[in-house]
């Protein structure tokens, strides 16, 4: 079974501090993703990554990077938090299938 | 106009019920389809591949319309635990899949 972990289930950060969200997928995918999702807007991509080192921005890249530095695990880094990215984010990793396999999230709460 | 269109229900269905989902995609260069599934508060998972000369499995058929740009999810004597947001994904490029917002179920006994 592919396995998509993510460092938090839940975080609690406050307004300007640096945030950094980890996923780590055990399946050799060559591709991985981030996700934020919020009521009413659905799924929306932050970043992707289809190799080591290499990063493409989504749909709403805007107030995040992201690191890929080994195959296994990419991170996403929010530089200075803000309110309006309280949100669930998720990761997601994919191999030849395309089929997207998903971390269980993160619920992040920037007060 | 979203790249991926769902209605977002909700549908409320007694248990034994049939019920469809569309969804239509606007990119006719799109390649592979999905569904998922994704339960209260958490991770969205595989339901099943949409191919293009429709599957099924079990209770749970899906259909492609490369004319009419949409696909759709049939759900045959509906279960509780049917009860979900089920989104449809569509890929462009390997790997990368586009969303629409979910069809909410909830089955009721």
């Known amino acids: 079974d592919v396995k998509v972990t993510q460092s938090s289930r839940y975080l609690v950060k406050r307004t300007g501090e640096k945030v950094f969200l980890e996923c780590v997928q055990d399946?050799?995918?060559?591709?991985m993703f981030w996700y934020r999702q919020d009521p009413g807007l659905g799924l929306r991509l932050i970043y992707f990554?289809?190799?080591?080192?290499?990063?493409e921005k989504g749909d709403i890249p805007e107030g995040y990077s992201v690191s890929r530095e080994k195959k296994e695990r990419f991170s996403l880094i929010l530089e200075s938090a803000s309110t309006n990215q309280t949100s669930m984010y998720l990761c997601?990793?994919?191999?030849?299938?395309?089929?997207?396999?998903f971390g269980p999230g993160t619920r992040l709460l920037v007060l | 106009r979203k790249e991926v269109e769902q209605d977002p229900g909700p549908f409320n269905v007694p248990e034994g019920a049939t019920v469809a989902f569309n969804c239509t995609y606007s990119?006719?260069?799109?390649?592979?389809f999905f569904w998922y599934r994704q339960d209260c508060r958490k991770e969205p998972k595989l339901l099943m591949s949409?191919?293009?000369s429709g599957n099924e499995d079990g209770r749970f058929t899906a259909q492609l319309n490369r004319a009419s740009q949409y696909i759709s999810l049939l759900i045959r004597d509906s279960k509780l635990s049917d009860s979900a947001t089920y989104l449809c994904?569509?890929?462009?490029?390997?790997?990368?899949?586009?969303f629409g917002d979910g069809t909410t179920l909830t089955v009721k006994p």
């Open positions: 994904a569509v890929n462009r490029h390997a790997g990368k899949s586009t």
């Open positions: 997601a990793s994919t191999g030849v299938q395309e089929t997207q396999y």
């Open positions: 949409v191919y293009s």
């Open positions: 990554s289809y190799d080591v080192k290499m990063k």
């Open positions: 399946m050799d995918h060559e591709n």
């Open positions: 990119n006719s260069a799109s390649q592979s």
